[in-house]
């Protein structure tokens, strides 16, 4: 019996802040170019519908100094995602954000996505970045179910909701883990992306998250184990319980 496609929800914190124009532009240039399967097919400032646009309407609309632009994709592997710059907010800074939702049929639409991430890791580097699906399956002792559709600077202040199936730990992780605690995680697998990023995937199919929930949760806990439970919520713990949280460093 066919399956049907899993609903993905990603979300990436990038250090810079993108407020000059053209770096803006850049990484929206970005998300066109190396996640070509998912190809945006309309844009817009708000989460209306939006409409086509050429790269050049895509400049002016950043050159108008848009914080926040939104884009679809409505034909098949459908998409929808959300990219800002850093903002002030009266709580503090929040990064500069890119928050997607995919429809993923297959192993390979994982591995477009994957690799879009570790790119942007890379290329512009992230302070964390991570992806799951939207299945039931998912443990509710984390208290935030679709934590990558809801990431943010002040979540991650706080705690960290949960270890999600796909993550790229960057450098506020690797100064408050160690790299080499992140890359013995006993993880499917282990990349380390730069000197300061490193990628931890739990299993070998992110359809092991509807397929083989149990697996994915006995390695999920594993990996928490291994890194530190104090830095992942936990529901036992009071609500005043002082969990180990990183230092995001805005410049």
């Known amino acids: 019996m ?48 939006g409409s086509k646009l050429s790269l050049m309407d895509l400049r002016s609309l950043v050159q108008e100094g848009a914080s926040t632009l939104y884009w679809k994709r409505k034909t098949s592997p459908r998409a929808e995602g959300a990219i800002s710059r850093r903002v002030q907010t009266p709580a503090g800074q ?8 995919l429809s993923v049929k297959n192993n390979e639409h994982v591995d477009w996505l994957v690799s879009y991430l570790c790119y942007c890791a890379a290329s512009d580097g992230v302070d964390f970045a991570c992806f799951g699906a939207e299945d039931g399956s998912r443990e509710s002792n984390s208290g935030s ?7 943010c600077t002040k ?9 999600c199936w796909g993550t790229i730990f960057g450098r506020v992780y690797v100064e408050l883990f160690g790299l080499d605690k992140l890359l ?3 993880a499917h697998l282990v990349e380390q992306l730069t000197p300061d990023a490193v990628y931890i995937q739990l299993t070998e199919s992110i359809f092991d998250l509807r397929d083989r929930a149990d697996k994915v949760e006995i390695r ?10 104090n830095i992942f919520f936990d529901s036992h713990h009071p609500a005043n319980h002082v969990y180990r949280t990183p230092i995001f460093k805005f410049q």
């Open 145 to 151: 179910m679709q934590m990558e559709s809801r990431l």
């Open 220 to 229: 999920k806990n594993m990996v928490k184990r291994h890194l530190d439970d």
């Open 2 to 49: 066919k399956k049907e496609p899993l609903q993905v929800n990603a979300g990436m914190l990038l250090i810079p802040d993108f407020s000059d124009n053209e770096s803006f532009f850049a990484l929206i240039r970005d998300l066109i170019f190396y996640l070509p399967g998912y190809q945006p097919q309309s844009w817009a400032t708000d989460s209306g519908e």
């Open 94 to 101: 929040e990064h500069a954000a890119h928050r997607l939702r």
């Open 155 to 163: 979540l991650l202040e706080r705690t960290m909701p949960d270890l």
């Open 184 to 186: 013995s995680a006993p």
